[in-house]
């Protein structure tokens, strides 16, 4: 069938992305869903600093791709040999494909499955090869998903069913600012009662992880950012003090908890500086693959604290993607306050421009039913 979709079409090119266009929305062929996948209409899609991380070089993926990874949608037609899921359920899109079988399926979320990783830094879905091509040439997936785009053919495992009552856009963030930021608390390092969390960087995964922190009882939440409307809205969110990185050096200020969401090293720095005696860092953030930081073991051995890597919230999305939905239907996970901006496919590269001067927390492509 014929699809639009944006495909970054070179990485690396100068900014302003709106001028110099890395990324086109052309009509590309995707082909039918083979066994075990999905035809997927998108709904709503996120724009996400893992994007903007291909855009810019950070993460380097093979080109053109058809970018996009946080997002919702319904089914449309299942491969052959049928499915457990049914044209018409609305369904979460997941980065980060799940075999089941390898060893690090085994960890409980901690550990990335191994066939996933490999297939998305491919460019291709789980099963192996790609689906898409233009003009007869093939386009690459991105992290198994492509959700910048009408339609998608994803394979099962990277897709969550959800009810209908959770609106598209909240359903797409679910998928990787909530699993992400929100897995740093629910999975890495779980804050106990009377227990204060800093959460250093305040775009889309941040803010997740404010929120998230704000829904546990007896949890205190402070937000960390250089950008002043961040803090506000870090405020507004419930966060107890929304302070900058020199207010929380000048005022000693310490977390038992402190998530990282930069992807910084230098930010990495001041989270484990900001850490209290016995507490956790959880580093959720993705610099550039040669950024190299400095801290220092004694600080490690001698107050006990803990440094964790967390990719994707340490999250198993069939098992944790139904917590935070009943948090978001409780009322305790306001999702939709997130959103920051909504905008049509054909402003894809202002939104990478917005998303690279720090100015968005979570900007959402709405596609037409």
């Not at 049928?82 to 018409?88: I, R, T």
């Not at 499955?113 to 879905?125: F, K, M, Q, R, T």
């Not at 580093?283 to 801290?295: C, H, K, N, R, S």
């Not at 590269?349 to 100015?359: K, V």
Request: aromatic share 2%; with cysteine; net charge negative.
């Amino acid at each position: 069938m014929q699809i639009h979709g944006a495909v970054l079409e070179e990485i690396g090119r100068a900014r302003p992305f709106s001028a110099t266009a890395p990324i086109t929305v052309s009509e590309l062929e995707l082909a039918p869903p083979g066994a075990g996948e999905l035809l997927v209409r998108m709904e709503a899609a996120g724009v996400c600093h893992s994007d903007l991380s291909v855009v810019d070089g950070n993460r380097p993926r093979p080109v053109p791709m058809l970018l996009g990874h946080e997002a919702a949608g319904v089914v449309q037609e299942v491969g052959p040999g049928g499915s457990d899921l049914s044209p018409g359920q609305r369904v979460i899109m997941t980065f980060l494909p799940r075999c089941g079988e390898c060893a690090g399926c085994g960890t409980g979320g901690q550990l990335p499955c191994v066939p996933g990783s490999a297939s998305n830094n491919a460019g291709e879905l789980l099963a192996g090869g790609r689906r898409l091509t233009r003009d007869g040439a093939p386009v690459h997936h991105h992290l198994g998903v492509s959700g910048f785009a009408t339609h998608a053919v994803v394979d099962r495992r990277s897709v969550v069913p959800v009810d209908d009552d959770v609106p598209p856009t909240v359903a797409a963030l679910m998928g990787c600012a909530v699993l992400t930021g929100g897995g740093a608390l629910i999975n890495a390092a779980p804050p106990r009662p009377g227990q204060t969390v800093l959460v250093v960087g305040l775009g889309g995964v941040g803010m997740a992880a404010v929120l998230t922190g704000v829904g546990l009882e007896g949890v205190t939440v402070i937000g960390v950012d250089a950008v002043p409307d961040k803090l506000d809205t870090a405020r507004a969110l419930g966060a107890a003090e929304a302070l900058t990185p020199q207010e929380v050096v000048d005022r000693g200020i310490k977390g038992d908890v402190v998530v990282e969401a930069v992807g910084h090293a230098r930010a990495f720095e001041s989270a484990v500086r900001a850490t209290a005696p016995g507490g956790t860092t959880v580093t959720v953030g993705l610099p550039a693959p040669d950024a190299l930081a400095q801290i220092s073991p004694l600080g490690l051995v001698a107050e006990g604290r803990t440094v964790r890597g967390s990719y994707l919230g340490s999250a198993v999305p069939e098992r944790d993607l139904p917590v935070f939905v009943d948090m978001w239907r409780a009322g305790r996970l306001p999702v939709e306050k997130l959103v920051s901006a909504t905008l049509g496919l054909d402003r894809i590269n202002e939104a990478m421009d917005q998303l690279a001067d720090g100015l968005a927390i979570r900007q959402v492509i709405e596609f037409p039913g």
